[in-house]
């Protein structure tokens, strides 16, 4: 059982230390923080234009101003409502490796990262509720385990470092966008801050877990790895665009408009940004050999 | 002979080019033919095939086992 104790180095003790006092300097209460207006206006938009799923496209085109008003107020809530479920499958992980055989060293950290997550998972459910009514449902069930502790453990903080990556760059995006309301700004920006520490130790224990997999799978099972992370990206890409979103956003045919945008060319360079920067992580650590992603 | 679960059983072959043919019950997430990552996917499909809407919250992975199963589910065919 190697898990993250005996790979740790000075570099990483350091690091986790730097990153659990600034959690405890930048400590908050949320449910203190926000301005919650009773509600948000419907004529403007809700998440940034060039995020909303039909950009750039001749869909946005057919659906005019308002209808990409309309789908950006959706859109939103299911990027919060894909938080909430992203932030319980990661505690979920989280919660059962900390304090466990191979896990001491970082455990303190995961402390932070636990209530830290808690309090998201409760600001964007809170968001969810008051202004769409309702949370989207995730439709994903766990269908299989892997075998191999060594690389469970690596994959599972794998997928909390792209998933969270990924969420940064939407989040980075509206906290700086200004035609946005102050409350979606604000939601945004206080994750944007919080989640600059979990990357930065995410980047770090995944760096430190793959060491550990170089030195003992054959190129094979690396490249299997590789494969199902790009998957994985590719998956999490695909989860932005939700057919309940289209038809709460009062588009008839919501499977064939999915099915449109999936297809359409246009999209490739906008999804590109989102997971630009896990992308050039990923290539530079050599998790990646290279940066192209499956199609199907 | 051709059936209403072609589209579905060509969408599993087109991911998996090391098969050949995929018998009606074979256990396609046993067989890791779908996973975690393509479900949602694999549910759209066979929405969009069969006409029928399936809510999240009442899928149950059984149904989803076989193209027995999903035929027999979503496409009202017998065995
Ligand atoms: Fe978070
Ligand atoms: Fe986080």
Redesign the interface.
Known sequence: MSAVDSAVTDRFIEILDRLGEKSIEDYYNPYQMFVWPDELPEDMFWMSQDLVSAHGTDLAEELGPSGMRSLSKWESINFYSLNVHGIRELLTEVISRIHMPGFEVPSDFFHHFIGEENEHMWFFAEFCRRYGKKIY????????RVEDTDVENFLVFARILLFEEMVDHYNLAMSEDESLHETIRQVNRIHHQDESRHIAFGRELVSLLYGTLRDRLDEARLREIEG?LK??LV?SI??FYN??VYRDAGIADS??F??RLLADERRRPFERRAVRKPLSFLVRTGIFADDVLPT? | MTSRLDPVREWILARHPELDDLDSHLDLIENRLIDSLTFIEFVFLIEQHSGESIPMDTIQVDDFRTLNSIGKRYFQLTD
């Open positions: 449902q995730s439709g994903a069930p766990k269908l299989s199902y998957r994985y998956y695909q989860s057919p309940y499977l064939g999915r099915g199907v």
